[in-house]
Nanobody, 125 residues
Framework: QVQLVESGGGLVQPGGSLRLSCVASGSVRVISAMAWYRQPAGKERELVARMTNTGTADYADSVKGRFTISRDGPKNTLYLQMNNLKPDDSAVYYC???????????????????WGQGTLVTVSS
Protein backbone atom coordinates (compact mmCIF):
# COMPACT_ATOMS: atom_id res chain seq x y z
CA GLN A 1 0.00 0.00 0.00
CA VAL A 2 1.05 3.56 -0.69
CA GLN A 3 -0.03 6.56 1.35
CA LEU A 4 0.22 10.20 0.28
CA VAL A 5 0.11 13.19 2.63
CA GLU A 6 -0.02 16.75 1.32
CA SER A 7 0.90 19.95 3.13
CA GLY A 8 1.67 23.59 2.41
CA GLY A 9 -1.72 25.02 1.54
CA GLY A 10 -3.02 28.26 2.97
CA LEU A 11 -4.29 31.75 2.30
CA VAL A 12 -2.20 33.93 -0.01
CA GLN A 13 -2.75 37.24 -1.78
CA PRO A 14 -2.92 37.44 -5.58
CA GLY A 15 0.59 37.46 -7.00
CA GLY A 16 1.96 35.53 -4.06
CA SER A 17 3.62 32.13 -3.88
CA LEU A 18 3.15 28.82 -2.11
CA ARG A 19 4.98 25.52 -2.19
CA LEU A 20 2.99 22.33 -1.72
CA SER A 21 4.59 19.09 -0.57
CA CYS A 22 3.41 15.49 -0.87
CA VAL A 23 5.19 12.79 1.10
CA ALA A 24 4.77 9.19 -0.02
CA SER A 25 5.11 6.29 2.40
CA GLY A 26 4.53 2.55 2.38
CA SER A 27 5.41 0.55 -0.75
CA VAL A 28 7.09 3.51 -2.47
CA ARG A 29 9.08 1.28 -4.82
CA VAL A 30 5.92 0.74 -6.91
CA ILE A 31 5.55 4.47 -7.55
CA SER A 32 6.33 5.69 -11.07
CA ALA A 33 4.52 8.84 -12.16
CA MET A 34 3.15 11.35 -9.67
CA ALA A 35 0.84 14.28 -10.19
CA TRP A 36 -0.96 17.23 -8.68
CA TYR A 37 -4.67 17.72 -9.26
CA ARG A 38 -6.98 20.42 -7.96
CA GLN A 39 -10.68 20.77 -7.39
CA PRO A 40 -12.17 24.25 -7.11
CA ALA A 41 -15.36 24.57 -5.08
CA GLY A 42 -18.31 23.30 -7.06
CA LYS A 43 -16.20 22.13 -9.98
CA GLU A 44 -14.63 18.90 -11.17
CA ARG A 45 -11.14 17.77 -10.29
CA GLU A 46 -8.55 18.72 -12.93
CA LEU A 47 -4.93 17.83 -13.64
CA VAL A 48 -2.47 20.58 -12.73
CA ALA A 49 0.92 18.98 -13.37
CA ARG A 50 2.48 15.53 -13.52
CA MET A 51 5.96 14.08 -13.56
CA THR A 52 7.24 10.67 -14.65
CA ASN A 53 9.87 8.76 -12.72
CA THR A 54 12.39 9.87 -15.35
CA GLY A 55 11.68 13.53 -14.63
CA THR A 56 9.52 14.45 -17.61
CA ALA A 57 6.93 17.03 -16.59
CA ASP A 58 3.85 18.48 -18.20
CA TYR A 59 1.41 21.13 -17.08
CA ALA A 60 -2.11 22.36 -17.60
CA ASP A 61 -2.14 25.39 -19.90
CA SER A 62 -3.58 27.53 -17.12
CA VAL A 63 -0.48 27.11 -14.93
CA LYS A 64 2.36 26.94 -17.46
CA GLY A 65 5.09 29.41 -16.62
CA ARG A 66 3.79 29.90 -13.08
CA PHE A 67 3.88 26.45 -11.46
CA THR A 68 6.79 24.02 -11.25
CA ILE A 69 6.52 20.35 -10.29
CA SER A 70 9.54 18.53 -8.87
CA ARG A 71 10.43 15.32 -7.04
CA ASP A 72 12.96 14.47 -4.38
CA GLY A 73 13.48 10.75 -4.80
CA PRO A 74 15.41 9.97 -1.61
CA LYS A 75 12.78 11.82 0.42
CA ASN A 76 9.86 10.28 -1.52
CA THR A 77 8.45 13.77 -1.83
CA LEU A 78 6.65 15.58 -4.62
CA TYR A 79 6.53 19.37 -4.71
CA LEU A 80 4.50 22.01 -6.48
CA GLN A 81 5.98 25.51 -6.49
CA MET A 82 3.21 27.96 -7.29
CA ASN A 83 4.13 31.54 -8.22
CA ASN A 84 2.06 34.52 -9.33
CA LEU A 85 -1.03 32.95 -7.86
CA LYS A 86 -4.44 34.06 -9.09
CA PRO A 87 -7.88 33.82 -7.47
CA ASP A 88 -8.77 31.14 -10.05
CA ASP A 89 -6.03 28.95 -8.54
CA SER A 90 -8.09 28.62 -5.35
CA ALA A 91 -8.91 24.95 -4.86
CA VAL A 92 -8.19 21.85 -2.85
CA TYR A 93 -4.96 20.43 -4.24
CA TYR A 94 -4.49 16.66 -4.29
CA CYS A 95 -1.41 14.52 -4.78
CA UNK A 96 -1.89 11.43 -6.93
CA UNK A 97 0.01 8.40 -8.11
CA UNK A 98 -1.28 5.60 -10.36
CA UNK A 99 -0.12 2.14 -9.29
CA UNK A 100 0.11 -0.54 -11.96
CA UNK A 101 -2.22 -3.43 -11.30
CA UNK A 102 -2.61 -6.91 -12.74
CA UNK A 103 -5.24 -9.64 -12.84
CA UNK A 104 -4.32 -12.97 -11.25
CA UNK A 105 -3.50 -14.39 -14.68
CA UNK A 106 -0.94 -11.65 -15.24
CA UNK A 107 -2.93 -9.49 -17.64
CA UNK A 108 -2.73 -5.74 -17.01
CA UNK A 109 -5.66 -4.37 -15.03
CA UNK A 110 -6.70 -0.74 -14.58
CA UNK A 111 -4.28 1.27 -12.50
CA UNK A 112 -5.05 1.77 -8.82
CA UNK A 113 -5.29 5.51 -8.21
CA UNK A 114 -3.83 6.62 -4.88
CA TRP A 115 -4.89 10.04 -3.55
CA GLY A 116 -3.85 12.18 -0.65
CA GLN A 117 -6.36 13.92 1.61
CA GLY A 118 -5.86 17.29 -0.09
CA THR A 119 -4.64 20.70 1.01
CA LEU A 120 -6.64 23.89 0.58
CA VAL A 121 -5.20 26.85 -1.31
CA THR A 122 -7.08 30.13 -1.16
CA VAL A 123 -5.93 33.10 -3.22
CA SER A 124 -7.67 36.25 -2.08
CA SER A 125 -6.95 39.83 -1.10
Amino acid sequence: QVQLVESGGGLVQPGGSLRLSCVASGSVRVISAMAWYRQPAGKERELVARMTNTGTADYADSVKGRFTISRDGPKNTLYLQMNNLKPDDSAVYYCNTPIKNYYTDGRPAPDIEIWGQGTLVTVSS
